[in-house]
């Protein structure tokens, strides 16, 4: 029988080819190995591991590992210097910008903006062309169209947009300016409120007031050209027969009428 030679196990541990880890040997330029200089040696891997319970791989010595989640080593000890950046993927990372909120897959999207109702261009007061019979200072309300003229010297006249009544409720005639009110009050006639029995009875003048800014009153109808508080409704077919403008184009007309004056509606 052959005679067995037994070596103490550090003595393999620590002689000839195990040095070939050698995790203990600092790497050029290696950020540990100035904190790690005054640390005992034991050959690094699993037994410097078992003595000292340091981190042996590279991860532990300052070395590279990808895959890994965000500053946790090997072995569940944190390694991330203070002077690293914080992570720019870490939802407390990332600044919210005002007005704005976080939708349900947690990526910024813009607040809605509410629908902006603007007047269309075309009904927009303007001088044009006209050739008709009828006299300066008469009031011609085109329904098809949503436009009312004022007869003006010279072949011309002033055209403004209009809201007038909804099927049901348009009417055509001629009539005449009886009355003019600024900022009136508004009663609700018994047949709006038979169809509206929500409506005030009585609503005093205001901007609050469906009435608007100015009105004209057409002979002894409950008809009347008068402002809006809806100014978007310009153009539409929505009233119960009465002739609306904006504010501003119903006060100009206010100050160019006067009591007694023609409106044809047609």
């Known amino acids: 029988m052959r005679p067995v030679l037994l070596l103490p196990l550090t003595a393999l541990v620590l002689s000839g080819p195990a040095l070939a880890q050698n995790y203990a040997q600092p790497l050029p330029g290696d950020p540990m190995a100035t904190a790690s200089s005054g640390r005992a040696n034991y050959g690094g891997g699993f037994i410097e591991m078992l003595m000292t319970g340091r981190d042996p791989t590279p991860m532990g010595r300052g070395g590279a590992v990808y895959n890994r989640p965000g500053a946790y080593a090997t072995y569940g000890r944190s390694t991330e210097p203070a002077a690293y950046p914080a992570d720019p993927f870490e939802p407390a990372a990332r600044p919210r910008t005002p007005g704005r909120r976080m939708a349900a897959l947690g990526e910024p999207v813009e607040m809605e903006r509410p629908i902006e109702r603007v007047i269309d261009p075309r009904f927009?007061?303007?001088e044009v062309a006209y050739d008709g019979p009828h006299k300066p200072g008469t009031i011609i309300i085109d329904t098809p169209q949503r436009?009312?003229?004022?007869?003006?010297?010279g072949g011309r006249a002033l055209r403004y947009g209009i809201g007038v009544g909804r099927p049901g409720f348009s009417w055509a005639g001629m009539k005449t300016v009886s009355r003019k009110a600024e900022w009136p009050?508004?009663?609700?006639?018994?047949?709006?409120?038979?169809?509206?029995?929500?409506?005030?009875?009585?609503?005093?003048?205001?901007?609050?007031?469906?009435?608007?800014?100015?009105?004209?009153?057409?002979?002894?109808?409950?008809?009347?050209?008068h402002g809006t508080n809806e100014p978007h409704?310009?153009?539409?077919?929505v009233s119960s027969g009465c002739i609306r403008m904006t504010n501003d184009d119903v006060t100009d007309l206010y100050e160019r009428v006067r009591v007694g004056a023609k409106v044809l509606v047609i």
């Not at 929500?198 to 608007?212: A, S, T, V």
């Not at 409704?233 to 077919?237: E, H, K, L, S, V």
Request: overall charge positive.
């Open 233 to 237: 409704t310009i153009g539409q077919a």
């Open 124 to 126: 927009r007061k303007q």
């Open 147 to 153: 436009f009312l003229f004022l007869v003006q010297p």
């Open 185 to 225: 009050s508004w009663t609700p006639p018994a047949e709006m409120l038979k169809r509206r029995p929500d409506l005030p009875r009585f609503m005093q003048g205001g901007p609050e007031n469906p009435l608007g800014a100015r009105a004209m009153y057409l002979g002894s109808t409950l008809y009347r050209i």
